[in-house]
């Protein structure tokens, strides 16, 4: 299995729902990454858990909570969202350094109603 | 700062035309580089990478050679199809779990 699976590719939710998002890989790979993309932009770095511990935090706002309850499984917990949050989220995953480079997954389309 | 630039199109060519993407980047240290392409409705797939000067990178008939003397990453082809109509992201890994990605180029290939 050399797939990030992310789950739902689509998400409607108005800005008083809490929501989830959820990712897993089964590579066995030790880092786990959580981007933000915008329409026609790079993405932009959220979260990174090495060891199933927080490792980054790029100042993203409280309303984004990640969890990472095992080695496979990475969550990204949505609560009163702004609109300007919808966007594609990406996650990743790396067996070792970035220098290895990333394995993404295929997104989750936010929209914030 | 560490930074990555690339041209940003969008780029439209005819198929079986050469491609050149030019991409440079600014960083402290060795970085290693990478080029991601991203197809319509989809997440971001390693294309190619290289860690350290003089190495190439190829990957479906793309290459890219680390050129440290000219902070460079040039993504070629030497002909295109139109299944490689996309985004291409140059970008950078210098510390142990951050990439840094340049703007994105769009690529365009009319039969």
């Known amino acids: 299995d050399t797939e990030v699976t992310q789950t739902p590719k689509h998400l409607v939710m108005g800005m008083t729902n809490k929501k989830s998002l959820k990712c897993e890989q089964h590579?066995?790979?030790?880092?786990m990454y959580w981007y933000k993309q915008k329409a026609k932009k790079p993405p932009e770095l959220m979260f990174v858990?090495?060891?199933?511990?927080?490792?980054i935090n790029e100042s993203v706002p409280s309303r984004f909570s990640p969890e990472c309850p095992n080695s496979s499984l990475l969550n990204l917990h949505l609560h009163a969202l702004q609109p300007e949050d919808s966007a594609l989220y990406l996650c990743?995953?790396?067996?070792?350094?970035?220098?290895?480079?990333?394995?993404f997954g295929s997104g989750t389309r936010l929209t914030v109603v | 700062g560490n930074s990555v630039t690339q041209m940003e199109g969008p780029v439209t060519l005819s198929e079986e035309a050469f491609l050149t993407i030019n991409c440079t980047y600014t960083?402290?240290?060795?970085?290693?580089l990478f080029w991601y392409v991203q197809y319509p409705g989809e997440g971001l797939q390693l294309l190619l990478k290289?860690?350290?000067?003089?190495d190439k990178g190829s990957n479906k008939g793309f290459e890219a050679t680390y050129r440290k003397e000219t902070t460079s990453f040039h993504l070629e082809k030497g002909s295109v199809q139109v299944s490689d109509s996309a985004v291409y992201f140059c970008?950078?890994?210098?510390?142990?779990?951050?990439?840094?990605f340049g703007p994105g180029t769009s690529l365009s290939v009319i039969p």
């Open positions: 960083a402290t240290g060795y970085p290693s």
């Open positions: 290289a860690t350290k000067a003089d």
């Open positions: 970008a950078l890994a210098t510390s142990y779990d951050k990439v840094i």
């Open positions: 990743a995953s790396s067996s070792g350094t970035v220098n290895y480079g990333y394995t």
């Open positions: 590579m066995g790979h030790r880092a």
């Open positions: 858990y090495s060891y199933e511990k927080l490792s």
